[in-house]
Nanobody, 123 residues
Framework: QVQLTESGGGLVQAGGSLRLSCAAS????????AGWFRQYPGKEREFLGA????????YYPDSVKGRLSISRDNAKNALYLQVNSLKSEDTAVYYC????????????????WGQGTQVTVSS
């Protein structure tokens, strides 16, 4: 079992940057691939990217490449999401997730989800 807790959300200005953190507890975080999703009201969760267990490689879908960066620190059991040049359309609830494989995250079926953190971008 892995428990995931996101932090760092809130109200931010358009054009600025934001770093979300995800703290993992329970089973060894380093044995899981991990990634980030976001969800708009009434919509399905959107996959933003994921990193392999070691953190040596990260996959991003074409739709989000450029402004997002995902990293992890297994020594701290932590996952991070950096979003630059924030836009109003970045307003959403952001979730971190962990799965046995990178593929499970890419297809939206990870084993564990965090509770989510709201990010609101003001213009």
């Amino acid at each position: 079992q892995v428990q995931l807790t996101e932090s760092g959300g809130g109200l931010v200005q358009a054009g600025g940057s934001l770093r979300l953190s995800c703290a993992a507890s329970g089973s060894s975080f380093s044995t899981y691939a991990a990634g980030w999703f976001r969800q708009y009201p009434g919509k399905e969760r959107e996959f933003l990217g994921a990193t392999i267990k070691s953190g040596a490689s990260t996959y991003y879908p074409d739709s989000v490449k450029g402004r997002l960066s995902i990293s992890r620190d297994n020594a701290k059991n932590a996952l991070y999401l950096q979003v630059n040049s924030l836009k109003s359309e970045d307003t959403a609830v952001y979730y971190c997730a962990a799965g046995q494989t990178l593929h499970s995250l890419v297809v939206g079926t990870p084993d564990y989800w965090g509770q989510g953190t709201q990010v609101t971008v003001s213009s």
